[in-house]
């Protein structure tokens, strides 16, 4: 029973034939030897029969456990692709995240700017200004060429967006220097501005002017003569002007 | 199909079975033939390539209980991050206020 339980259950015919050739082995020493005849016959036999039961037994164990190995290996297999899929699904959710906070900059960033015009929109609500005003206004600081060009300008006309050197000498503030102390500035034209003629040798002759402008005629505003400029807006333009347009570097201070 | 697929496990499975081995180191033995040392030598180096097989199979550093474990956690995450990736993707966050 022992050994057709051996050879039923142990893995196959390696472990059988194992046994029948130890059983032959072992029978035919016994037939010659005197040893073996004694009872201790049967033990030797049945240590070496102990000994291959452990070793099938280990055996079929080893192969079991290898047939576990290879099983694993297999899961192993799945578990790293599905280790693979996780950090596919990470990276996806990192890229959502990072698109999200994206959106959310833009969107804080929208209603930021939204709120900023609502509240420009009301404070101009309440400091409202005529539309008549502004244009009036805007007229009035015009009106001295500060801004534009006047409409006969052309490359060569002393006229500037400011007041020039000879305009100033013209004014009230040069006549008012000048009053106390004649000859105090030796130079003829300033002489000769002062004294409010111009000699026909320095009289400046532009294309702009009409043929009929009298010689020693000082040009303090040069659009008088074309009555460009409405009465009686001088100062205060000039002051608008010395107001609003600070800033000397004009395009035609260059122009000769 | 069937056959063959289990002739080739059989085969698999016998490859790892050293009682081959065994058999013929005890039949040199009783043949009292010079060949015992040979079938010797092929034991050991048998024994030495199964254990740098063992030594390279992947995920037979835990049990095959905490491997299904892990098996199933890593499944379990999958699914989650599935669904949510299907969640967000096709969530509508701007709810447009309607006209009063």
Known sequence: MHFSDLCKTSAPHASCSLIHLFVLYKSSTAKTSDQWRNTRQTEPLFSVFQILEVLVQRDREFQELMAVAQS???????MQRLEKEVEKRDSDIQQLQKQLKEAEHILATAVYQAKEKLKSIDKARKGSVLSEEL??????????????????????DPRRPYPTDLEM???????MANLPSNGVNGHLPGDALAAGRLPDVLTPHYPWQSSDVSVGMLPPHHGSDLGLEPPGHNKENEEDVENMSTDSSSSSSDSD | MMATAQTTQEKENEDWSLL???????????????????????????????????????GIDCSPQEQQQQLCTLREQVRTKNQLLHKYKGLCMFDVPKAS
């Open chain 2, 20 to 58: 081959p081995l065994v058999h013929d180191i005890i039949k040199c033995m009783d043949k009292d033939s010079q060949d015992v040392h040979q079938e010797l030598a092929k034991l050991k180096s048998k024994i030495q390539e199964a254990r740098e097989q063992i030594s390279n199979m992947p």
């Open chain 1, 72 to 78: 694993q290996g297999k899961l192993h297999e799945e």
């Open chain 1, 169 to 175: 000498r013209s004014g009230m503030l040069g006549l």
């Open chain 1, 135 to 156: 244009i009036k206004y805007a007229h009035r600081i015009s009106a001295s060429n500060a801004v534009c060009a006047p409409l006969n300008w052309v490359p060569g």
